[in-house]
């Protein structure tokens, strides 16, 4: 039941994560980074659970926030077809 249950939630990231454009990406990669070493860095000097927690959620918010300034350049763009319909898509600055 177990293996049920996370092989659908890792499946559920993946669709999301589909659709993601490159920032997001970087920045839902380095929110995951960042919370992993956050609570390494807390375990390792001997926090309790609320201090492991406390790690995760700085080291997340951190990874996020350098994964989504560090993006090679790119900026989104909105045009439109040549039947009006809007869209979006990314090119370099």
Request: with cysteine; glycine share 18%; hydrophobic share 45%.
């Amino acid at each position: 039941m177990t293996r049920l249950v996370l092989s659908t939630l890792a499946a559920l990231a993946l669709v999301a994560a589909a659709g993601c454009t490159t920032t997001e990406k970087r920045a839902g990669t380095g929110a995951a980074i960042g919370a992993g070493t956050g609570a390494l860095v807390a375990a390792a000097t001997g926090s309790s659970g609320s201090g492991i927690a406390a790690g995760a959620l700085i080291g997340g918010a951190a990874g996020a926030l350098i994964g989504a300034a560090t993006t090679p350049g790119m900026c989104r763009y909105r045009a439109y077809d040549r039947n009006g319909n809007p869209y979006v898509y990314e090119d370099r600055c």
